[in-house]
Nanobody
Framework: QVQLVESGGGSVQAGGTLTLSCSVS????????MAWFRQAPGKERERVAQ???????SYSDQVKGRFAVSKDNTKQLFSLQMNSLKPEDTAVYFC?????????????WGQGTQVTVSS
């Protein structure tokens, strides 16, 4: 069973930086996609960044230019560097993995880590 464990969440002032990490274990495929989703109170879960099974990175319009995703297969670590944080980035962030496609129905989810941005 794939295991995903997030870390690095916390509280920061607007304009600050946080880096989230996701430790990946028990993955035996050579190719798979990974993504970061977030869910704010009262809002639907949304994908903010992903690295697809071909290694192509993509970002939502809300975070493009501010967030950077990286995937280290050797260390089995998936990271999200978040720069120029805004109060609207406040949410629980989830690390996601699927063999084929990292949509909202992706198979494996971490437990989530809280990010709070104050103005």
């Amino acid at each position: 069973q794939v295991q995903l464990v997030e870390s690095g969440g916390g509280s920061v002032q607007a304009g600050g930086t946080l880096t989230l990490s996701c430790s990946v274990s028990r993955v035996y495929w050579s190719q798979y996609c990974m993504a970061w989703f977030r869910q704010a109170p009262g809002k639907e879960r949304e994908r903010v960044a992903q690295v697809d099974s071909s290694g192509v990175r993509s970002y939502s319009d809300q975070v493009k230019g501010r967030f950077a995703v990286s995937k280290d297969n050797t260390k089995q670590l998936f990271s999200l560097q978040m720069n120029s944080l805004k109060p609207e980035d406040t949410a629980v962030y989830f690390c996601v993995l699927d063999r084929w496609s990292c949509g909202a129905d992706a198979r494996y989810w971490g437990q989530g880590t809280q990010v709070t941005v104050s103005s």
